[in-house]
């Protein structure tokens, strides 16, 4: 059964001459319990996406214009700002790439945790403590108890990764949206990371929206994709099906793009990513796409087909072959 499935997502900027668009999402599904890989260049959408669940977008001309979210058969869309207050932490805990952005150096890492549990969980005094320090042990984060009032410059980048990860989790949410977590961390860090967030999600029965640039993350850790191309989903499937047969020559260039061992960012491919607000009519890909013909410049090729590995190129049986 789908936890989240996302339709129609539309994210615009406001400026001086209009709305202007910067994810048009055509859908995105995630199961109960299932991790999705959602990946894609610099600038794709990933990061706005994930924000659009709970509409804490970086800024105020940032906004939802369009699309339903549902999460647990509720359209979040419809929510207004005090309703989305106690989605946010509750129901969809965040993670992001940079957790020096979210510790405040001048509090104890423990500080936000136990602030979260009386605002989530009315735990106060010695019994936000105990849950403080089992959460921390669930991180895996030595010396729990003692760590509590340490600053967050003495931690290690996985140790304070492991933090923001334990405040996500406070709350028991059902979906974990984990925006390039390990990116900024060595590679061994980041396998540990993985581990950590993959046996989370077993054990809590959660589902986890993990963004990334790495395929070769993606690849050992997770069983289904999307790939993500100006604003929107170009292909998605199972992770091993996406991988050795893809479908839309974006993902068979972001494939060759790959850095030896899997690891480090993506390479650059031939091109600038066209904003999906300049893109009037037809396959957003066409100007840099190497199978692109005239009809690709007319037509908008929707998500389609066999079965659940599914592409938007007109010419993807072509593409399969070749
Ligand atoms: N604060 C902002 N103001 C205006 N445009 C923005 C802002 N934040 C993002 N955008 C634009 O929205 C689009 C999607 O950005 P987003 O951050 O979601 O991409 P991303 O795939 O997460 O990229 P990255 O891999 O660099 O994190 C990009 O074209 C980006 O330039
Ligand atoms: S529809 Fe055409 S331009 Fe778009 S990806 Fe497919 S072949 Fe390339
Ligand atoms: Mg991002």
Redesign the pocket.
């Known amino acids: 059964m789908a936890l989240l499935s996302m339709r129609g997502v539309h994210v615009v900027v406001d400026t001086a001459e209009g709305p202007r668009t910067l994810v048009r999402l055509s859908e995105l599904e995630l199961a109960e319990g299932e991790m999705l890989g959602l990946v894609g260049e610099t600038g794709s959408g990933k990061t706005l996406t994930g924000l659009a669940v709970t509409r804490v977008f970086p800024t105020p001309s940032i906004r939802l214009q369009g699309g339903s979210i549902e999460l647990g058969g509720r359209d979040l869309a419809g929510l207004g700002e005090r309703e989305l207050l106690a989605v946010r932490g509750r129901e969809v805990g965040v993670v992001f790439q940079d957790p020096n952005a979210s510790l405040n150096p001048v509090f104890p890492v423990g500080r936000p945790l136990m602030d979260l549990l009386g605002l989530h969980r009315s735990l106060r005094g010695q019994a936000a403590v105990a849950e403080a320090v089992r959460l921390f042990q669930r991180v895996e984060l030595p010396d729990a108890a003692a760590l509590l009032s340490r600053y967050p410059h003495e931690l290690s980048g996985g140790q304070r990764q492991r933090v923001m990860i334990a405040m996500a989790i406070a709350a028991g949410p059902k979906l974990l949206v984990a925006d390039e977590p390990t990116t900024a961390l060595d590679v061994t860090v980041q396998a540990e990371l993985l581990r950590l967030l993959d046996d989370l999600r077993r054990e809590a029965g959660m589902s986890v929206l993990f963004i990334t640039h790495n395929l070769g993350v993606v690849a050992h850790m997770v069983e289904r994709v999307a790939i993500m191309y100006a604003g929107d989903v170009v292909e998605t499937g199972p992770t091993r099906a996406v991988l050795k047969e893809p479908r839309?020559?974006?993902t068979r260039l972001l494939l060759e793009a790959v850095p030896r061992q899997g690891q480090g960012r993506l390479k650059a491919i031939a091109g600038t990513a066209v904003p999906r607000s300049e893109i009037a009519q037809g396959?957003a890909?066409?100007s840099r796409?190497p199978?692109?013909?005239d009809r690709?410049r007319a037509i908008e090729?929707a998500l389609e087909g066999p079965g659940v590995h599914r592409a938007a190129?007109?010419?993807q049986e072509e593409?399969l072959h070749v």
Do not use: D, E, I
Request: aromatic share 18%.
């Open positions: 839309h020559p974006y396959c890909f066409a796409c199978f692109a013909q690709c090729p190129c007109l010419r593409v």
